[in-house]
């Protein structure tokens, strides 16, 4: 119930928000107004006792966070590629969030395997590792299988973690609802809508099923992608609360002296990876939402291993065109055709002009191609293309704030690797084979024969469509007919006597 009962959960939140200094940055955030200010100081700063401390090392959102517990700190990491909500600023500190927890017990370990998968312990592995990382949600631990000695990393829901995190996401839909009706102006943001967001990626994440299967179709994506592998999932030992991969061995990509003494290329590794997550998101359609240094390793052949498959990005074929579209219109420099595919694309209102449109994306771009090949970001330019669009009205599409927050993430792992990058020279050849690809002649073939195969399965039904149609056309429903106010009045005093009622017998 999101209820008056989640006041207390929300009270310790807000102590612990205070405490640790969270309180203002979080309502800045938010652009809270006054009332809500002023309600929120005043119930919490009474109870600061109340609140955890956290770690004073860490900023004041990632510590309060980080202090009241995985859900939170799931929050925090949604919240993260969500710049558009909680601003630049507080982003790039929530980016930071150290998704590390103490890990639960192995005997508790072994008793979710075995009651999940249905067989004993000792019959599956041979050999159980320690956790080797522990996170919001879960645990990672290395095994090794019983009949073929391979290894293998499971991963593991902790215990009661679906309660948990369904108590919490009540209390924040409850926050949310005070936020909206306190703060007018805060209801842009649209808090009820961020966290039923917060709620689908959560409650996808708590069935390791759903990951599974996002790292079988990413798998079978990039399958012939030259340098780059995805861990197999071993089905027959993954389900609900436990997820088995084959083990990926390999030296994390953000060490660069492990990486030099291992002798791999750094400056041909930077290049692989942003091409990658290029061809993934424009090839495929299908990205992942999360790779960051600590989700990539290289292999000693010098292949590059992807895992942790939580959070995946989708595009579909149209807006990946129109995103190639924008990148090569600005890697040529044809602002004007960068306005153009916006007012195509229904990004940018009709009534605005698109010549005004052509000179900002200018003074956009320009500054940005005109310095040295190491600072040139395509990251930077995306960020600033935004807040452009959002000059001349375009709407929040979050499908694109995770391909620009990814990008961000994904062009800094390559900046660690090698510094004078030029992230132009590196995306122009991606971006160019899907636009001969896309746009041109053998597309136009491709669309044409979908939109034949389309017709003909629905052929048959076709007249009958129609004919339905122009009946309704000509034939409009009545208008509904007015209520008089005596008539609402009376149905309003029916349910009041009616409760009156009820609660007199449950007096008795």
Same mark, same amino acid.
């Given at each position: 119930m999101r209820g008056p009962h989640n006041i207390i959960r929300l009270i310790r939140t807000g102590a612990t928000l205070e405490r640790t200094g969270a309180m203002n940055v979080v309502l800045d955030a938010f652009d809270a107004g006054p009332l809500l200010r002023i309600t929120f100081r005043t119930l919490v700063w009474p109870f600061q006792w109340l609140g955890y401390k956290g770690d004073v090392t860490t900023p004041p959102a990632v510590r309060a966070l980080t202090a009241l517990g995985p859900a939170y700190i799931k929050f925090g990491q949604i919240l993260s590629t969500r710049p558009d909500v909680v601003g630049d600023e507080l982003a790039v500190q929530?980016?930071?969030?150290?998704?590390?927890?103490?890990?639960?017990?192995?005997?508790?370990?072994?008793?979710?395997?075995?009651?999940?998968?249905? &067989?004993?312990?000792?019959?599956? $592995?041979?050999?159980?590792?320690?956790?080797?990382?522990?996170?919001?949600?879960?645990?990672?631990?290395?095994? &090794?299988?019983?009949?073929?000695?391979?290894?293998?990393?499971?991963?593991?829901?902790?215990?009661?973690?679906?309660?948990? $995190? !369904?108590?919490?996401?009540?209390?924040?839909? $409850?926050?949310?609802?005070?936020?909206?009706?306190?703060?007018?102006?805060?209801?842009?943001?649209?808090?009820?809508?961020?966290?039923?967001?917060?709620?689908?990626?959560?409650?996808?994440?708590?069935?390791?099923?759903?990951?599974?299967?996002?790292?079988?179709?990413?798998?079978?994506?990039?399958?012939?992608?030259?340098?780059?592998?995805?861990?197999?999932?071993?089905? &027959?030992?993954?389900? !609900?609360?436990?997820?088995?991969?084959?083990?990926?061995?390999?030296?994390?990509?953000?060490?660069?002296?492990?990486?030099?003494?291992?002798? &791999?290329?750094?400056?041909?590794?930077?290049? !692989?990876?942003?091409?990658? $997550?290029?061809?993934?998101?424009l090839r495929d359609g299908y990205f992942h939402g999360d790779m960051h240094q600590g989700n990539l390793k290289v292999a000693a052949t010098g292949e590059i291993i992807a895992y942790d498959f939580g959070i995946m990005g989708r595009i579909d074929e149209y807006t990946r065109r129109v995103y190639a579209e924008i990148l090569f219109g600005f890697i040529r420099k044809d602002y004007q055709r960068v306005a153009e595919v916006h007012f195509e694309a229904g990004y940018v209102p009709a009534n605005r002009d698109v010549d005004e449109f052509a000179r900002a994306l200018r003074a956009v771009g320009e500054p940005i191609f005109g310095m040295d090949a190491s600072r040139i970001s395509m990251a930077r330019l995306l960020s600033y293309l935004f807040e452009v669009t959002e000059r001349f009205g375009m709407e929040t599409r979050t499908e694109l704030i995770l391909l620009q927050r990814t990008m961000v993430v994904v062009e800094g792992v390559a900046r660690s690797l090698d510094p004078h990058m030029n992230i132009w020279q590196v995306a122009k050849p991606v971006v160019e084979d899907y636009i001969k690809e896309s746009i041109g002649p053998k597309a136009l073939m491709r669309d044409l024969a979908k939109t034949a195969l389309v017709l003909a399965r629905f052929g048959p039904q076709l007249p009958r469509l129609t004919e339905d149609a122009l009946i309704r056309l000509n034939n409009p429903p009545p208008a509904p007919k007015p209520q008089r106010r005596i008539a609402r009045l009376s149905w309003m005093a029916l349910g009041g006597v009616l409760v009156g009622a009820v609660w007199i017998v449950t007096m008795l």
């Open positions: 929530l980016r930071v969030l150290q998704d590390k927890l103490p890990p639960f017990s192995m005997e508790e370990a072994k008793a979710t395997i075995q009651k999940e998968l249905g &067989h004993s312990f000792d019959r599956l $592995f041979s050999s159980f590792s320690e956790p080797v990382a522990a996170a919001s949600l879960a645990q990672v631990h290395k095994a &090794h299988l019983a009949d073929t000695g391979e290894a293998v990393a499971v991963k593991i829901l902790r215990p009661g973690i679906e309660r948990a $995190f !369904r108590r919490d996401i009540d209390a924040f839909y $409850f926050a949310a609802r005070m936020i909206e009706l306190l703060s007018p102006a805060s209801r842009r943001l649209r808090p009820m809508d961020v966290i039923t967001h917060f709620e689908g990626v959560v409650l996808g994440e708590l069935d390791l099923r759903l990951e599974s299967s996002a790292a079988a179709e990413f798998a079978a994506n990039t399958i012939a992608d030259e340098g780059f592998q995805v861990p197999t999932v071993r089905w &027959h030992l993954s389900g !609900r609360r436990v997820m088995t991969l084959d083990w990926a061995e390999g030296t994390n990509i953000g060490i660069n002296d492990a990486l030099d003494a291992a002798g &791999h290329d750094r400056r041909a590794l930077a290049t !692989r990876v942003l091409q990658l $997550f290029l061809n993934h998101a």
